[in-house]
Structures are given as structure tokens and as C-alpha cells.
T-cell receptor, first 114, second 113 residues
């Protein structure tokens, strides 16, 4: 079965640079979620989109923005990168955007900020 | 106090034994409860979800939910070395739109052969 696709899988950036992470949800899924997982930490919710509209917002820094496009893929834009932004970034998708929806995670993008 | 609490472990069990993983949560309004398995450096993989009080079985896995006690558990029967991983308990965040998952810090399970 098709899964969530994330690109790139690895990304190395310098401080103060920008980065764009992409997420392609499971076909027919209409909801996308972004999570950040630091070393030894649990995943932290950043933001979600349902039918191309922001549906929920978590601990996403103001330096980050995201959107969901007409084909339901999503991009997370990160500016003025800091050392502390080094983490695994996971995208998850679900069908329906509801509170009982099951979220399926992509393989993640490992961002390293030097 | 973290909203979702788990014992970090490690929990060590011999091959073939039952592993019992526990989780408590603080938000009484939470409706959905999930168990994910995560291998080091990999993404969380859904194991079980449960919405109603009681037990739910799927193969070697059984999830148990007690909303009155705000407690959810995962039992793994006939544990295998391949089950060695970190198990994350996740609960939907009722105080927000309700769709975000709040994770516990995970319990590390080690199954010895």
C-alpha cells in the first residue's frame, strides 16, 4: 500500500539559512500533520491542514510556515534556521480531519543545522 | 506534569513472554488513544488504536482503555526480539481542535532471545 512520502530525507543547512520540507500524503487522504522530534524526545505537534485549510496549530515557531496545496501535498518552510531546529521532521496523513482519525507517519526528514 | 505519561524503561522481557506497557493521560476529554512503535531513527508505526473502554485485540497485541482511571495499556503476547523498540502512547489533544496527537516520552522494550 502507498505510504506517506517525504522529501528530502536528509538536509544539512547552515544557521540563518532557509529550508523547505515536502510531504505527499497517502492517496485520498485529505489531512496532513507536521511533527518535530528532537534527539531523545517524543514527537511534538507543529501544525495541521484539512482540505487545504489550517486546522490546528501547536508549538510551531513564527519562523516556520506551512501550507497544503490543491493536490493535498504540504510544504513546511523554515527560515532563520537555528541549531535547535536540528531534528527529525515527520509528516503524517489521515482521512477526514476528525479527532478519531488514525494518523500514518512518513519516513521523516532529518534536518541538521550547522 | 506532562499530559501523557509513560515509564521510560527499559522494560526487559525474555522471548515468548508477555510485555505490558502502561500509559496515563491528564485530559479527561480525550477521545482517541493510539500506540505507535518506533525503531531508532525511524518513523512511528501504528500498532493499535482504541476509542472505547475495554479491551481490543489484534493478533499478539491487546490494547486496554479505562477512561475513568485515565489509563491505557498495551500487552504484547509471545514477545519476539523484533518487538524491541520504543513504544509511544499518543492521545488526541482535546483542548485544541482535537486532531493533534500528544505523545508520551515512550517506553523502551527489550526482548532477549
Amino acid at each position: 500500500a502507498a505510504g506517506v512520502i517525504q522529501s528530502p530525507r536528509h538536509l544539512i543547512k547552515e544557521k540563518r539559512e532557509t529550508a523547505t520540507l515536502k510531504c505527499y500524503p497517502i492517496p485520498r487522504h485529505d489531512t496532513v500533520y507536521w511533527y518535530q522530534q528532537g534527539p531523545g524526545q517524543d514527537p511534538q505537534f507543529l501544525i495541521s491542514f484539512y482540505e487545504k485549510m489550517q486546522s490546528d496549530k501547536g508549538s510551531i515557531p513564527d519562523r516556520f510556515s506551512a501550507q497544503q496545496f490543491s493536490d493535498y501535498h504540504s510544504e513546511l518552510n523554515m527560515s532563520s534556521l537555528e541549531l535547535g531546529d536540528s531534528a527529525l521532521y515527520f509528516c503524517a496523513s489521515s482521512l477526514g480531519g476528525g479527532t478519531t482519525d488514525t494518523q500514518y507517519f512518513g519516513p521523516g526528514t532529518r534536518l541538521t543545522v550547522l | 506534569q506532562k499530559e501523557v505519561e509513560q515509564n521510560s524503561g527499559p522494560l526487559s522481557v525474555p522471548e515468548g513472554a508477555i510485555a505490558s506497557l502502561n500509559c496515563t493521560y491528564s485530559d479527561r476529554g480525550s477521545q482517541s488513544f493510539f500506540w505507535y512503535r518506533q525503531y531508532s531513527g525511524k518513523s512511528p508505526e501504528l500498532i493499535m488504536f482504541i476509542y472505547s473502554n475495554g479491551d481490543k485485540e489484534d493478533g499478539r497485541f491487546t490494547a486496554q482503555l479505562n477512561k475513568a482511571s485515565q489509563y491505557v495499556s498495551l500487552l504484547i503476547r509471545d514477545s519476539q526480539p523484533s518487538d524491541s523498540a520504543t513504544y509511544l502512547c499518543a492521545v488526541n489533544a482535546h483542548h485544541q481542535a482535537g486532531t493533534a496527537l500528544i505523545f508520551g516520552k515512550g517506553t523502551t522494550l527489550s526482548v532477549s532471545s
